[in-house]
């Protein structure tokens, strides 16, 4: 595997090269949380590089590559092992001929790539938490593997189809054990309105061992409405691993004051095993958005989750988000 | 008491002015220039300002709610036409006028035309002898810059998107590129119709010799129509505005600037 992601690099460098420009964001954050863990008594405050991508695309045709590479840093990062370099796409987009007319940019996705589903390949960090399903850890925005993705003519949604290894893209690497198949739809049948439904099936290791294989399912069902200055989201998730059933739900609103200046709200709910009670969790966020200049915008983000279990404590913070673009 | 009143009369001009931002397609930009120029002459209330970019920033420019109008030198992607509905826009192209390219020789180039599989290989470097397309003497390649609309349209219509040869002089204007191919023999360039002088030999293409009737009845390969993208049908000063483009005085604007007449 490490063998097809070198020649995907190489394809980007060597065919790429002259039309492919560098580009992308750092986000530089300082956090301050209450406790998250019993053992941890005192209030923490940091800064931190949450996200640096560097990104490239060639403009090569019918094949184009693209890759970007992933730098983090680690809570209170001194040391240089403190911080993270990841591949995070390394995805080589062959477009179809002859059939554009019906599916319009058809093509083949091969490689390290987005994730098409529910809300994953959509959110674009409107509040600096991450979607609803990556937050819950229950998927990867991107994964290793191949994919076929066509627009619906007239601009009427799109999607896709993809094959995966099913580990993300910190660790792709797995061997004949969990792949997972995603079929992804969104109908946009008025401008504003967009509804979507996504399916995950896969087969995971169970226990210690990796010769019994348990089921791990997720779907999604998503309405999205904008009309304006207005943006709401609505977004149901179900889980099931093994014999654990979970649910969850989002609820998203953004309201754009001027052009510059948003005022932003979400509602989480998840559960990870209905069968089980006082088990779910909540989550409330609200935040303000301010695009200083096409580069830089800033987010202030308050951040509270709460437990269904009265023994826990909730856990909040506050977050000031500085995203750099080039 | 006389200069509150003309503060007044100021500030109510400000408040009550109409505005309208138009962005994109630097191809579009001088009639969108001169017909906002021609407008506001005519209408004092109204507040138009006209800006480039590239046809991609004006149409992204659209999707955000940044710009009234977006200028294009190619009609939305589909890609840009899902994101615009997802985001609650939905455009409506109006058709302002036509791009037509000609193809341009020296005057003593006995050629009279060239085919469009000619062009591709003169453009691309796998030509570089005129004696192959039934002239004499090395070819000059002489092209408009990267960052115009024109090479944008040329590159797609006669080159489909191939690259140019590194040996291409790259100018930055059509009559930079109409001087260079009037004084140099084995020149060959291209240029907006409105450009064509005497001093340079427009080719037929594909047997068919660029004009505005040949652009307009789609006969002539080498030509695009220019759109002004709204979000749904115009309404206010986005109305009176696109109305204005296309009647007469607008059209004559166009035909100033270049372009072909729609109507």
Do not use: C
């Not at chain 1, 399916?199 to 061992?209: L, R, S």
């Not at chain 2, 003497?137 to 080159?159: C, K, P, Q, Y």
């Not at chain 2, 119709?193 to 427009?202: F, I, R, S």
């Amino acid at each position: 595997m490490k063998y097809i992601l070198s020649v995907l690099l190489l394809g980007l460098m060597v065919f790429g090269y002259a039309e492919a420009p560098i580009y992308g964001y750092f986000w530089t954050r300082y956090t301050f949380e209450t406790p998250t863990t019993p053992e941890v008594e005192e209030n923490e405050h940091y800064f931190s590089i949450e996200r640096g991508y560097i990104r490239w695309k060639t403009k090569t045709s019918p094949v184009s590559f693209s890759g970007t590479v992933d730098i983090t840093s680690k809570k209170n990062a001194t040391a240089s092992t403190d911080w993270q370099i990841r591949l995070k796409y390394a995805q080589a987009d062959w477009t179809l001929p002859g059939i554009g007319e019906y599916l319009p940019d058809a093509k083949l996705m091969l490689g390290l790539q987005k994730v098409y589903f529910g809300i994953v390949d959509l959110w674009e960090y409107a509040v600096i938490e991450k979607n609803l399903e990556e937050t819950e850890k229950k998927m990867n925005s991107a994964e290793l593997g191949v994919g076929f993705h066509s627009l619906l003519p007239g601009g009427y949604g799109e999607f896709s189809v993809q094959a995966f290894n099913g580990n993300g893209y910190s660790n792709v690497v797995e061997v004949n054990t969990n792949k997972a198949l995603v079929g992804n739809m969104s109908i946009i049948p008025l401008p504003g309105v967009m509804l979507k439904g996504s399916y995950w099936m896969a087969e995971q290791p169970g226990g210690d061992t990796v010769i019994t294989q348990v089921t791990q399912d997720r779907y999604v069902g998503l309405l999205q409405f904008t009309y304006g200055p207005v943006t709401l989201i609505g977004e149901y998730l179900g889980t099931k691993d093994d014999e654990t059933n979970g649910m969850g739900y989002m609820g998203f609103a953004e309201l754009a004051v001027t052009k510059v200046i948003s005022i932003l709200g979400r509602y989480d709910y998840y559960d990870s095993d209905t069968d089980v009670d006082n088990n779910g969790h909540n989550r409330i966020i609200g935040g303000l958005n301010w695009d200083v200049s096409d580069h830089l915008l800033t987010q202030i983000n308050y951040q509270i989750k709460t437990f269904e279990d009265d023994e826990r404590d909730s856990e909040d913070m506050i977050m000031v988000q500085f995203k750099v673009s080039y | 008491m006389k200069n509150i009143i003309t503060l007044l009369l100021l500030l109510s001009v400000g408040l009550f002015a109409q505005k309208l931002t138009i962005q994109g397609s630097t191809t579009v930009l001088p009639i969108a220039q001169a017909a906002a120029e021609a407008y506001m002459d005519n209408n004092p209330d109204a507040d138009i300002t006209v800006r480039g970019g590239g046809s991609g920033t004006g149409i992204a420019a659209l999707i955000d709610g940044a710009t009234d109008i977006a200028d294009a030198s190619r009609p939305m992607k589909d890609k840009e036409i899902k994101t615009a509905r997802e985001k609650g826009v939905n455009p409506v192209a109006h058709v302002v006028a036509r791009d037509g390219i000609a193809v341009v020789v020296h005057p003593d180039n006995p050629i009279n035309g060239i085919s469009i599989e000619d062009i591709k290989a003169i453009y691309t470097g796998e030509i570089n002898r005129w004696d192959k397309v039934g002239g004499k003497g090395t070819i000059v390649v002489v092209s408009r810059d990267a960052a115009s609309g024109t090479f944008e349209a040329f590159n797609e219509l006669a080159l489909n998107n191939a690259k140019l040869t590194d040996a291409a002089l790259m100018l930055a204007s059509n009559l930079e590129i109409a001087r260079t191919v009037a004084q140099t023999p084995g020149a060959i360039g291209y240029i907006g119709l409105g450009y064509l002088t005497d001093e340079v030999k427009a080719l037929k293409v594909e047997g068919i010799m660029p004009s505005e009737a040949t652009v307009n009845d789609d006969s002539y390969l080498l030509a695009r129509p220019l759109f002004m993208y709204t979000n749904g049908n115009p309404k206010g000063l986005a109305k009176g505005f696109i109305n204005f483009i296309m009647s007469s005085a607008g059209q004559t604007i166009v035909k100033e600037a270049g372009f072909v007449p729609v109507k």
